[in-house]
């Protein structure tokens, strides 16, 4: 569903969702494993969930047998569930390919019922969700224990959790991966994760090592640059793969890495994982220049310097067609029209000029016309780095740092500030358009409650007082959170609190 309604790059996603799926059914594969974000949106629009169901319902359903069987409580591995079974074995459907999937950051569980746009698939018994958790004090990973013929494989996965939050559950020693109860040792452990990989902060990611070294092979979600061939991690001693993205969302060095899905084939404890190159997705090429390392070319005092680096960067861009041209011949899945980048640093006395008329002359060529030349200045970056904590302020951070800048007459008494962050929070990303109001609503009630049962008299004033004394307080830090955090599907941290 990424950029849907644009006109040259709408249908990019489902093409080569459709073709990750032929192939799959071409390689006659036992499931398929999906590592979160299915969707782009948290609410896909009717198109996206028509065209990923007309895809999986294509794929996915036939007579072809299912050869491996299910071991472990399928009530534990499908809790969250209304239909808590595996697909396969439902006497009302007939599945040819079972899909495994965890959510991912952006079609996780929101709203009041904590559902997601995977829990519409899998109500409609197209897919399999599992690695869902709605405690944020520990978390119990419960394996699928999957057996054909004498593979035994222990499937593990944790849907998206904010990083910060599994970080020091980790910590505190509050991630439990149980381990089936006969031969443990016999089985390949498989774990499926979505969270950060690369560090973005003290404990803004997970680190390899906080993983048990009990495990043979760890899918890594989430991070969209495709590094599939397994990576030994010498400390834990198991391999990490990291399919990445099918799609490119953005115009960054890692997304133009060639995009690939992996077969994985299971033998006992042996492995072995062939790289599937995809076809149908969009070609990208990206190149960096600095205008101030080619002196010999044009310098910032020369007259009409405009038009000589306005050239220079238009070879650039016409040699990066061609080779995308030549990477194409033959191949008449890849999309005719590729995406490029010109990052140009024009630092040194340089001048940026208009990149819109730059990009008419391409206009019929590239995907991305409006986007092709990115200026970028050497001191600025810096500049950038600096006021990077402040350019990626979540919503929280901005109702908070509201409130603590606002004037005393209009600060919080009612409500928290957290509290409320969470909520615009979800009304902003999520789109949950009653999460102010239920969150209103809710302290509403627990404000009542309270001054009930101390029995104050209804007076503004007496109530004023009541609200603001420190008994009010500590009720509602101690008596809150676990309210709040059901109404919003188990997303505040307790610890916060």
């Known amino acids: 569903g990424y950029l849907e309604k644009d ?20 390689n006659e594969v036992d499931f398929v494993l999906l590592g979160g974000d299915l969707f782009h949106d948290n609410k896909p629009s009717r198109k ?24 472990s409580d399928q009530a534990v591995n499908f809790s969250h569930s209304k239909f808590p079974w595996v697909n396969y074995l439902d006497s009302n459907l007939n599945i040819s390919i ?19 746009a995977i829990d519409l698939l899998s109500c409609a018994g197209l897919i399999n969700h599992f690695g869902r958790s709605r ?40 991630v439990t991966m149980l381990r089936p109860r006969e031969d443990e040792d016999g089985w390949f452990n498989l774990f499926v994760i979505h969270q950060n990989r690369s560090k973005h902060g003290a404990t803004n990611y997970i680190p390899e090592q906080f993983l048990d070294d009990f495990l043979d092979l760890v899918v890594w979600g989430h991070e969209h640059e495709c590094k599939i061939a397994p990576v030994r991690n010498e400390q834990q001693l198991f391999y990490v793969t990291q399919p990445g993205s099918s799609v490119i969302t953005s115009l960054s060095p890692g997304e133009a890495v060639k ?50 680096v306005m050239a220079f960067c238009q070879e650039k861009v016409e040699e990066m067609l061609e080779e995308a041209e030549r990477q194409r011949l033959g191949n008449s899945l890849t999309p005719e029209k590729p995406l490029i980048r010109l ?8 001048e940026a000029f208009n990149t819109m008329r730059f990009s008419q002359k391409f206009v019929d060529q590239v995907a991305n016309p409006k986007e092709i030349l990115h200026f970028i200045r050497h001191r600025e970056a810096k500049d950038n780095i600096k006021g990077k ?24 008494s009612l409500l928290t500030e957290q509290g409320m962050g969470k909520a615009v929070q979800e009304f902003v990303d999520k789109e949950e358009k009653d999460a102010i109001e239920e969150l209103i609503k809710y302290q509403l009630e627990k404000t009542q409650r309270f001054l009930r049962e101390r029995r104050v008299e209804a007076t503004e004033e007496k109530i004023d ?14 008596k809150g959170s676990m309210q709040k955090m059901k109404l919003y599907n188990c997303t505040l941290d307790l610890n916060e609190k």
């Open 389 to 412: 904590s402040h350019t990626s302020l979540r919503v929280e951070d901005l109702v908070k740092e509201y409130f603590q800048k606002a004037e005393k007459n209009v600060q919080l």
């Open 135 to 174: 405690s944020v004090e520990k978390l119990e990973i419960s394996p699928v224990l999957l057996k054909k013929g004498n593979t035994r494989i222990a499937l593990y996965g944790i849907g998206s959790i904010p990083d910060e939050r599994l970080y020091r559950m980790f910590i505190n020693n509050q």
């Open 343 to 350: 990052r140009v640093d024009y630092s040194g006395g340089f």
């Open 465 to 478: 007082e009541e609200v603001k004394g420190r008994a009010f307080k500590e009720d509602l830090r101690l």
């Open 7 to 26: 006109a040259i790059r709408g249908n990019d996603t489902f093409v080569t969702f459709d073709e990750i799926m032929k192939q799959a059914v071409q």
């Open 98 to 116: 079972p899909v495994f999937s965890v959510h991912g950051n952006h079609d996780d569980p929101t709203g009041a019922d904590g559902l997601c």
């Open 48 to 71: 996206t969930m028509h065209c990923c169901m007309e895809v999986m319902r294509k794929y996915c359903m036939g007579d072809r047998p299912i050869v491996f069987e299910i071991l």
């Open 259 to 308: 995009k690939h899905i992996g077969l994985l084939r299971v033998k006992g404890k042996k492995m072995n994982l062939q790289k599937i190159p995809l076809q149908t997705v969009r070609q990208f090429f990206i190149q960096d220049v600095t205008l101030s390392e080619h002196p010999d070319l044009f310098s910032p005092e020369q007259p009409n310097v405009m038009l000589k």
